[in-house]
């Protein structure tokens, strides 16, 4: 407490041991700094063996050793938030502002119905008044069958949201309630909960039963919102579908209990063929324009539609860094990590990006802010609106008063005046898109938005509970994850190199440190030509008996040595101090390879083909929320999936097998001409390289060779990526001699 009496709603405290990271940091440089020294100069002469690929070297060395640097700023100046719920609740009580909820969807076979509808009934049952809450549906195709569920929703809201409340549930997405009760002694459940199962399970079935038939049986179509569909053509070409399914401000909209239900809003935007949509961007947009029509919450929350709210209080926490008197007024948005309910214990395809939610977005968050991530994200709407940060702006939120409806225009009246802000021609000729809500115009819109957001001088806070806010469904397969990164790391480069690049619009805007944060992201990308060229080139030059690294003997061999070491045991200890296992963070090195030489290198050469005018812009893919039940079993025994067909695994077999043939190739030479301890004094680094490149990739070998089930590598890319495997080899052996 201040000597004004003032309570601050929230702390920053910095992470401990910081001095001791930059000593170990700085030896590690050291030892980079060395390395280079090395490579300088010991360049072979002209005409000797291997002097080019030398040179590759030294530019792969230096690469690495540059985002090495970057990666620092993501560790430097760790901070940590806690706030004071309780402090927000005595300061203010009910008297919050409007918060609006933006839940989007846009297939409803990728994302089925009942899990967008699950993560709708989980934020409408937040710990916050209802009056003051709004959740808005963006449906992107369009479809009657989600438009249904969510109608089927919005009447069972009325008893699972006193059922949260009374009973303070968590977490508040019925399925996700009732799984997790599921196994326990149903003596110690309330009585009610007999009641709200039945009441769940005859709407999952309806809704199932009606996504199955593939069409509404006659008795649903009698609700006035399905006339909407009436000058329906297809997803790409239809009206403004806009129905408000309970009005929060109609007296007569009451849960079971007789108290006040949120408002519920279901849209899906006009499509025209030929007009462009602009994907998630666009579907952002327009449910800022209609929602401030008809709710104009100060507070926008975005999340996708499988990101269910976890912890029904994630809004008061979030509240608690926009209404601290002192520092809420810089604060321009609340971004909560992405975490995952499917995530196995060894996480095969490391798709819950445990290291960059719990160390690197902590890093960021010292120097200004994280990056807006698309989902689990509190905005202030005037920011999100192009509005500019100044240092006079004070805390300006206006406490609601719920209003009378029967005073105002009708709820048909607000329907139809709200459905032209969803038009397709409204943007035309206005600042939408550029400075004002989403950027367009890339596939990370979200990254691009909010770092326009901090170069207008306003500050982002991240805010990582220990109680998880959000959990959402991580990508089940290796295509799925391939092809999820394939977008980031193009859009971040995308972002690189244009305007909006953070390496010059950026400059002098935000801190260097959230600058470097910011390009050590956008440059993931073109790290797929390092990795590629070290990937291998060592493993065919081992193969010709060829040295590349220092001999043992040779005081040079130590910084090579002290630098892959410590940097791999600092990250093992980083994954576990994580709250990762060991086979989790091996697996975690096996999809950092394989996404740095498919994921990356597809989304570099795009954008650079892109740059040249030789290809069009990107499709925005949206990542499949279900799997088949066979694929599921595998991913939950852990066992890695390839049936997909993909150019990506093309790529990662030629790659995984040209180690091997070079590995075997050298083994045989070495017993053969009994040169195994030449091999260790003199390409130790060399071999060891190879091996662990071999070791693994040991789940695509025995996808390649050994399974049987439909999860192994398909038959035409196993005898493509071995016919260019054994090609590759031999062609160096023999036209390089």
């Known amino acids: ?142 479809s009657q069958l989600t438009f249904y569920a969510l109608l089927e929703a919005s ?55 009606v996504a199955k038939l593939g069409r509404l049986p006659e008795v649903h179509l009698r609700h006035k919102g399905f006339s909407e569909w009436d000058s329906y053509s ?88 926009f209404m601290d008197e002192k520092k809420g007024h810089e604060i321009a948005y609340v971004q909560f990590p992405q975490n995952f309910d499917n995530i196995t214990k060894n996480e095969l395809y490391s798709s819950s990006l445990r290291v960059i939610s719990q160390v690197e977005f902590h890093g960021l968050d010292g120097y200004g802010g994280p990056l807006y991530i698309g989902t689990g994200c509190f905005h202030r709407r005037d920011t999100l609106c192009g509005r500019q940060f100044s240092r006079e702006i004070h805390n300006e939120f ?67 509970p220990e109680r998880k806010a959000f959990l959402g469904v991580a990508p089940t397969t290796l295509a799925q994850i391939l092809v999820q990164h394939k977008r980031w790391s193009e859009g971040d480069f995308q972002i690189l190199l244009s305007k909006y690049s953070p390496a010059w619009f950026a400059n002098g805007k935000i801190s260097l440190g959230l600058q470097l944060g910011y390009c050590c992201y956008c440059l993931w990308a073109t790290n797929c030509l390092a990795v590629l060229y070290y990937s291998i080139v060592p493993s065919l030059y081992l193969l010709r008996g060829i040295p590349l690294f220092p001999e043992l003997s040779s005081p040079w061999f130590f910084p090579f040595a002290y630098v892959v070491i410590s940097n791999y045991m600092y990250s093992l200890a980083e994954y576990l101090w994580s709250g990762g296992t060991v086979l989790g963070w091996w697996n975690d090195q096996r999809i950092w390879l394989y996404r740095r030489t498919s994921s990356y290198l597809l989304g570099f050469i795009n954008i650079i083909a892109k740059s040249l005018g030789l290809h069009s812009d990107s499709a925005f893919v949206i990542t499949a929320k279900v799997s088949k039940q066979e694929v599921y079993r595998r991913y939950v025994k852990e066992i890695m999936e390839f049936g997909d067909s993909s150019p990506m695994f093309t790529a990662l077999a030629t790659i995984a097998l040209i180690n091997l043939v070079c590995l075997i190739g050298l083994m045989k030479k070495a017993i053969v001409n009994e040169g195994i301890p030449i091999i260790y004094e003199t390409m130790l680094l060399q071999f060891v390289l190879c091996a662990i490149l071999v070791l ?24 493509k990526s071995i016919v260019l495997a054994v090609s590759s080899c031999t062609c160096f052996t023999l036209f390089s001699t």
């Not at 560790?75 to 300061?91: A, C, G, I, P």
């Not at 129905?243 to 006009?270: F, H, M, W």
């Not at 009378?404 to 009246?413: K, L, Q």
């Open 696 to 719: 693994i990739n040991w789940p695509l070998y025995q996808g390649l060779f050994f399974r049987k089930d439909n999860g192994k590598m398909p038959n035409y890319i196993a005898i």
């Open 398 to 464: 206006k406490i609601d008063i719920p209003r009378d409806r029967e005073r105002e225009e009708t709820t048909a009246v607000l329907e139809e005046k709200s459905k032209v802000l969803a038009s397709c021609t409204y943007e035309n000729n206005t600042e939408w898109g550029k400075e004002m809500g989403l950027k367009y115009g890339c596939p990370v819109e979200d990254v691009i938005t909010g770092l326009s957001i901090q170069c207008r001088g306003w500050k982002s806070v991240y805010y990582n």
């Open 234 to 321: 297809s997803r790409h070409d239809h009206d403004t579908i806009l129905q408000i399914l309970i009005d929060g401000k109609d007296p007569n909209a009451k849960d079971s209990e007789g108290c006040v239900l949120p408002t519920l809003v279901y849209v899906a935007r006009e499509k025209r063929q030929q007009y462009f949509h602009n994907f998630k961007a666009g579907a952002m947009n327009a449910l800022i324009r209609v929602s401030s029509a008809i709710s104009n919450g100060q507070i926008v929350l975005n999340v996708d539609c499988d990101m269910y709210s976890n912890n029904s209080l994630a809004v008061r926490d979030a509240l608690c860094f």
């Open 1 to 142: 407490m201040g000597n004004d009496g003032y309570l601050p709603l929230f702390e920053t405290k910095r992470a401990n041991g910081r001095t001791l990271y930059r000593v170990f940091a700085g030896s590690i440089f050291v030892g980079i700094c060395l390395i280079w020294s090395y490579r300088v100069s010991h360049v072979p002469r002209d005409g000797e063996d291997g002097r080019l690929v030398w040179i590759g070297l030294l530019a792969a060395e230096l690469w690495f050793g540059f985002y090495w640097f970057l990666t620092q700023a993501h560790r430097w100046n760790l901070v940590y938030r806690q706030t004071f719920k309780d402090r927000l609740s005595h300061r203010y009580g009910n008297e919050l502002p409007g918060v609006d909820i933006f839940v989007c969807t846009a297939d409803p076979v990728i994302e089925p119905p009942m899990m967008v509808i699950n993560t709708v009934l989980s934020v409408m049952a937040y710990d916050y008044p209802p009056e003051k809450l709004s959740v808005y549906l963006s449906d992107d195709a369009g």
């Open 155 to 209: 009447q069972f809201a009325k008893y699972w949201i006193p059922f949260c409340k009374k009973f303070n549930v968590e977490p508040r997405s019925p399925a996700a309630y009732l799984d997790s009760i599921s196994i326990s002694d149903d003596s110690k459940q309330p009585k009610e909960l007999a009641t709200i199962k039945k009441l769940y399970e005859d709407m999952k079935n309806q809704v199932e039963n």
